[in-house]
């Protein structure tokens, strides 16, 4: 059953059913429309333009299929909840799944199970001991996709965050760059869950017309709990990426000292899979006094802030006299008892010399534990760049269109601005080979 938003000819936003017209077809290239269509209507209280993106159902413990579907009242967001035998007749549960003040209309909801151990993905019906639950929604507002791990209670159809202070839209994003609208699945086969999200466009419209074309969907990512941090979820690349991985570079104890660039020589630098692992030297981590520096990527000068203990990173998508350049790069903060914070930006504010495209700042803090590296992949595919720290507890997705760092033009440096502490990285680098996406031949 496929369960999608329509809208009638009075633009009331409404659910409709639809079913394979072959069940045999292991593809289900062919659908077939319900006649009683729309199953679905906003209910009272609920405005004709605020209900859209049902979730995947899950089943209950009485047998009954169940649904979110995003929604608002007034600039509370909220996840209305409804039960179905037959996917054509519901019953709307009293209440809503969950909602939080302030974050206006809910876009695409996801809800799903992850595992407390970590590990495989869960069914979406998975529910009991040893189970979590993710809530998910995608914020009309600010265009965002934020998240929070809680405990559902099915009988009461209800969701509660772990941490109300980083509750849904309030808290966790999935990615702090240009992502949006996603949703999960459960890959049976495989037994994980898969996130796909869209990469839009903030540049102008004229720009677009010019590329001729204008966003896409980024690389699959799997799902699973953070079990040392419980608090976040990692996100990594699906391993079918790999399988695009050519020829490949090793950089071992490359040394940056306060202030270099240092390059990383590669044949070619616009299409690449780059895993770095990097380490401040711990004499001037100890030496450095208390900073209790406020520092926010977005209203930072990016790359160009320089402190004791950052930023430090990698240059991607680069020309040779860094004209264009976007560091990816860890900024450290010394606070009370010698607490270190660490934020994890994208600087895009010289990633062109074109002035009609996004040049945002982003990225937020991620946590760094005890013994662990400052460690980073990287998905750099000529304009995109996917960025994944510390395993995937964060992440960012970057849009940038260089003018001059393109094709055999393109470089690779590692970099480190901090006035105090020195760096060490080992970084290996893969070119990477095309998807070759074609479509099925009977399409």
Not at 13 to 31: E, S, T
Not at 174 to 196: E, M, N, V
Request: charged share 25%; proline share 5%.
């Amino acid at each position: 059953m496929m369960l999608y938003t329509g809208s009638t000819n009075e633009s009331v936003q409404v659910q409709n059913l639809a079913y394979p017209a072959d069940h045999d077809d292991p593809l289900l290239l062919d659908w077939v429309k319900h006649p009683s269509n729309p199953v679905l209507v906003p209910p009272p209280g609920i405005h004709h333009k605020d209900f859209r993106d049902p979730t995947t159902a899950w089943q209950t413990s009485e047998g009954k299929w169940r649904i979110t579907i995003g929604s608002k009242v007034n600039k509370t967001g909220i996840a209305l909840i409804y039960d179905t035998d037959d996917f054509v007749n519901f019953e709307l549960k009293d209440g809503f799944l969950h909602g939080v003040p302030g974050t206006g209309m809910w876009e695409c909801v996801d809800f799903y199970p992850v595992a407390v151990a970590g590990g495989d993905g869960l069914d979406t019906s998975a529910n009991g001991a040893g189970v979590r639950h993710v809530v998910k929604a995608s914020l009309d507002d600010d265009r965002h996709d934020y998240y929070a791990i809680g405990t559902y209670d099915e009988e009461a159809g209800k969701w509660y965050p772990d941490n109300p202070a980083i509750d849904v839209g309030i808290g966790i994003r999935y990615d702090y760059g240009i992502f949006y609208a996603s949703k999960t699945f459960f890959d049976q086969s495989k037994q994980r869950r898969i996130l796909w999200g869209w990469i839009g466009e903030w540049d102008s419209e004229a720009a677009d017309v010019r590329k001729g074309w204008a966003s896409l969907q980024g690389m699959p990512r799997t799902v699973v709990l953070d079990t040392k941090t419980g608090s976040n979820l990692l996100q990594w690349p699906v391993e079918e990426s790999e399988s695009l991985r050519l020829r490949s570079k090793e950089f071992k104890n490359v040394v940056a000292k306060p202030g270099a660039v240092v390059p990383i020589k590669l044949e070619a630098a616009t299409h690449l899979d780059i895993v770095a692992e990097l380490e401040l030297d711990k004499e001037a981590v100890d030496r450095v006094v208390e900073s209790n520096e406020e520092f926010k990527c977005s209203s930072s000068k990016g790359a160009a802030h320089r402190g004791a203990l950052g930023p430090f990173g990698l240059l991607v998508l680069s020309e040779e006299t860094l004209s264009e350049q976007t560091p990816v790069y860890f900024y450290v903060v010394k606070g009370k008892n010698a607490t270190l914070r660490t934020y994890f930006c994208a600087d895009q504010s010289r990633s062109s010399l074109a002035n009609d495209v996004n040049k945002q700042i982003y990225g937020s803090s991620v946590p760094v534990l005890e013994g662990e590296k400052f460690g980073v992949r990287m998905l750099v595919d000529y304009s995109i760049i996917e960025s994944f720290a510390q395993g995937g507890r964060s992440v960012i997705t970057s849009r940038v269109y260089p003018t001059k760092a393109i094709y055999g033009a393109a470089r690779l440096f590692l970099f480190n601005n901090a006035t105090e502490a020195g760096v060490t990285a080992s970084i290996k680098v893969w070119q990477m080979n095309s998807a070759f996406i074609r479509p099925f031949p009977n399409l």
